[in-house]
């Protein structure tokens, strides 16, 4: 069975830094493009980064230039760096396949952005 398990959230002031992680478990990660989504109170889940199994990486206009995503196929882990971080970053963070079909959805990290 597959588990995401997401990390690395937390309270950050508007210009810092963050690094999120999230562990796949039960599948065949170094051949599984993945994704990290956001859900902010009141809006829908949305596509933020995604990594193809062989490392290309792909970003929705809103976090380009800030945000970097890359993952460690020997650690079944994939990151988010997020820097320059800004208020209307406040969400729940998760990842998943990029694309679906999905896998059930972790828990997520939270990131709340205050001054």
């Known amino acids: 069975q597959v588990q995401l398990v997401e990390s690395g959230g937390g309270l950050v002031q508007p210009g810092g830094s963050l690094r999120l992680s999230c562990v796949a478990s039960?599948?065949?990660?170094?051949?599984?493009?993945m994704g990290w989504y956001r859900q902010a109170p009141g809006k829908q889940r949305e596509l933020v980064a995604t990594?193809?199994?062989?490392?290309?990486?792909s970003y929705a206009d809103s976090v380009k230039d800030r945000f970097t995503i890359s993952r460690d196929n020997t650690k079944r882990t994939v990151y988010l760096q997020m820097n320059s971080i800004l208020h209307e970053d406040t969400a729940v963070y998760y990842c998943?396949?990029?694309?679906?079909?999905?896998?059930?959805w972790g828990q997520g990290t939270q990131v709340t952005v205050s001054s």
């Open positions: 998943n396949w990029a694309r679906a079909p999905f896998a059930s």
């Open positions: 039960g599948v065949i990660f170094a051949i599984a493009d």
């Open positions: 990594i193809t199994a062989d490392g290309r990486t």
